[in-house]
């Protein structure tokens, strides 16, 4: 079973601040790695995609890779309260039968006022 | 925009009762996926497939079967409802013409069963 690990959090941030969120993987052949973000009571919506190791920035939104160390995190500069949601990490195995994705169970992030 | 739709957002059904869950993407996909999601389990995987009519079981397929008699469609059945089954259902699609894996959902049918 590939699994996928994420801290349940809560992870709780005041407004304005940096978020970190972690994922680790380990599937050391996993290619492709995704972030999805979830509010209460929604279906995910996807974030960000990274396929190379480094960094990938979107606005806000800063995803890093590091497939030696099977580590991808999600970095949510100038918090807002708006982005208080539970982010989902997915991981696409290289060896993939039917392209299915290996989610994390979520950390639940809240952005304080 | 890629648009996953889903036949219900809320749905009520009896023990025992036949139900049918149904998903519509616009985009083409070859993939489509049906997930469960429950507090503190996370996302699930019941069944998904790679083309019409090909349908591959995922984590958790007892108690459901599905049909994909149509690009665009897929539909999840729960043959007999049971208790257990309350829970959110989560449809999405994805392409293998673009090796990215990229995934998108519908907006979740949370279904109760009493």
């Known amino acids: 079973q590939k699994e996928v690990e994420q801290n349940s959090g809560p992870l709780s941030v005041p407004e304005g601040a940096i978020a970190s969120l972690n994922c680790t993987y380990s599937?050391?052949?996993?290619?492709?790695f995704f972030w999805y973000r979830q509010y209460s009571g929604k279906s995910p919506e996807l974030i960000m995609s990274i396929y190379s190791n480094g960094d990938k920035e979107d606005g806000r939104f800063t995803a890093q890779l590091n497939k030696a160390s099977q580590y991808v995190s999600l970095l949510i500069r100038d918090s807002q309260p708006s982005d208080s949601a539970t982010y989902l990490c997915?991981?696409?195995?290289?060896?993939?039968?039917?392209?299915?994705?290996?989610f994390g169970k979520g950390t639940s992030l809240l952005v304080t006022p | 925009d890629v648009k996953v739709t889903q036949s219900s957002r809320y749905l009520v059904k009896r023990t025992g009762e036949k139900v049918f869950l149904e998903c519509v993407q616009d985009m083409d996909h070859e993939n489509m996926f049906w997930y469960r999601q429950d507090p503190g389990l996370g996302l699930r995987l019941i069944y998904f497939?790679?083309?019409?009519?090909?349908?591959e079981k995922g984590d958790i397929p007892e108690g459901y079967s599905v049909s994909r008699e149509k690009k665009e469609r897929f539909s999840l059945i729960l043959e007999s409802a049971s208790t257990n089954q309350t829970s959110m259902y989560l449809c999405?699609?994805?392409?293998?013409?673009?090796?990215?894996?990229?995934?998108?959902f519908g907006p979740g049918t949370r279904l109760t069963v009493t």
């Open positions: 497939s790679y083309d019409v009519k090909m349908k």
């Open positions: 999405a699609s994805s392409s293998h013409r673009r090796t990215t894996y990229e995934q998108y």
């Open positions: 599937d050391r052949v996993s290619q492709s």
């Open positions: 997915a991981v696409a195995p290289y060896s993939n039968s039917g392209y299915a994705l290996n």
